[in-house]
């Protein structure tokens, strides 16, 4: 968190914090999601289209 | 300070309504959204698939998906160069991702559209885009996309900010 400069605050005062923006979908129990796969990695990466 | 996407806040408006519309897109249309980390998981770039359409990609993984979002969000919406993988919208991966744009230091900062980069240190192992309202919009495994409490696992690292 130290190695970057912390300039999401001087966007801030323009843009508040969005509310649920997806309010009409209800969010999956945690039980209902199954683990994430992982990313595709370096190997999708260059695997382009 | 330049917004991460050199954009206007009224365009950064806009560009928040597509990625929300996107999100709903495929929230409706979870069960004809596949999950797959094959070559044709650009294919909502490559085939040019528009929110503004109704459109979106039938496979997908995490950064995939995420990438398309933020390509109609920022590049055919307003011609934004490629500021999430730099990659001119061709690839890209959490890898990349998590070396472009500007970090969210702060939860309360925490925008629609930022990216959610989850893992024990670069290149990181799953993002998700963050809706607000603490939620995130995730597409990791065939059973999603899911909208999900952002810290619906244990090992989120850090937020980005391209818009």
């Known amino acids: ?4 400069p912390r300039d999401d605050d001087e966007l801030a005062p323009d843009e508040p914090g969005d509310p649920d ?5 209800k969010s999956a129990a945690p039980e209902d999601v199954p683990p994430d796969e992982g990313d595709a990695g370096e190997a999708g990466h260059h695997a382009v289209r | 300070m330049p917004s991460a996407s050199g954009l206007s806040e009224h365009h950064r408006s806009v560009a928040r309504s597509l990625i929300v519309q996107g999100c709903q897109l495929l929230l409706e249309h979870a069960g004809a ?3 797959s980390q094959g070559p044709n998981r650009w294919e909502g770039i490559s085939h040019g698939l528009l929110i503004s359409h109704g459109q979106y990609p039938k496979h997908g993984d995490c950064s995939s998906t995420a990438t398309w979002l933020l390509w109609n969000a920022l590049h055919h919406a307003f011609s934004v160069r490629d500021v999430v993988n730099g990659t001119d919208w061709r690839a890209g991966y959490t890898g990349t991702i998590a070396t472009h744009g500007k970090r969210v230091a702060h939860d309360s900062n925490i925008k629609v559209g930022d ?5 024990r240190g670069w290149p990181y192992e799953h993002v998700a885009v963050a809706l607000g309202g603490g939620k995130v919009f995730s597409h ?3 059973a999603g996309p899911f909208k999900l409490a952002i810290d619906y696992r244990p090992d989120r690292a850090q937020v980005r900010r391209f818009i």
Do not use: I, N
Request: proline letters at 0%.
């Open chain 2, 115 to 119: 990216l959610v980069l989850y893992g």
């Open chain 2, 33 to 35: 959204v596949h999950y």
């Open chain 1, 1 to 4: 968190m130290t190695d970057e």
């Open chain 2, 140 to 142: 990791g495994s065939e």
């Open chain 1, 21 to 25: 923006a997806l309010s009409g979908f």
